[in-house]
């Protein structure tokens, strides 16, 4: 398999179906960003110091490429497909587990910080932040032609535990949090 086909140099791309779309189709655009947000959670943890944190984010990886199939075939059908790409409940009870965990062993918010402080905790905040665009093109995308609403769940529950995250680094790496 050849890494260029060239039919980008037109911009042309297709999906999982083998749908023939441009490349600023809102799915292409919704599966983009997700792979965004992928890269950006690899570079976090080439920073981290807190392993508990790396693995966590190691099956997130995993995760947002099972988000990213599902959002580049239109006819996606989760009993027809391979348990890696299935985004489930107990997913999203587990992100819940390890915030409410995580946020016993922080000072509690009084209000509004800044996105920075280490460089792995500075990273976070960055993967949170795309992480809210891409759950904004999702559900864009699902306005338009429907997306699985577990997915949309998972996206906003992944941002709410990549923010805690990062207070977690920061707090590891002895970083003061900067109120607003």
């Known amino acids: 398999m050849k890494i260029y086909t060239k039919r980008g140099d037109a911009g042309r791309t297709s ?11 809102p799915r292409v655009d919704a599966y983009g960003d997700v792979d965004e947000l992928n890269a950006a959670i690899g570079a976090a943890r080439a920073f981290l110091s807190d392993r508990d ?7 997130i990886q995993n995760d947002l490429f099972a988000v990213g199939a599902q959002l580049a075939d239109p006819k996606y059908d989760p009993s ?7 985004i489930t409940e107990p997913k999203i009870e587990a992100f819940e587990k390890h915030i409410d965990r995580w946020e016993e062993k922080l000072a509690p918010l009084k209000g509004f910080i800044l996105p ?6 500075a990273m976070l905040h ?13 559900v864009d995308l699902s306005a338009k032609v429907g997306v699985p609403p577990i997915v949309i769940k998972y996206m906003n529950r992944l941002s ?19 109120d607003w």
């Open 80 to 86: 027809r497909r391979k348990a890696k790409t299935l």
């Open 160 to 178: 709410d535990l990549l923010f805690v995250m990062a207070r977690v680094e920061n707090k590891a790496r002895g970083d003061q949090e900067v």
């Open 15 to 25: 999906l999982f179906d083998g749908t023939d779309v441009a490349k600023n189709d």
């Open 126 to 138: 960055l993967a949170r932040c795309i992480c809210r665009r891409a759950e904004r093109r999702i």
């Open 53 to 59: 944190v790396d693995g966590v984010l190691l099956g």
């Open 116 to 121: 920075a402080g280490s460089p792995g905790g």
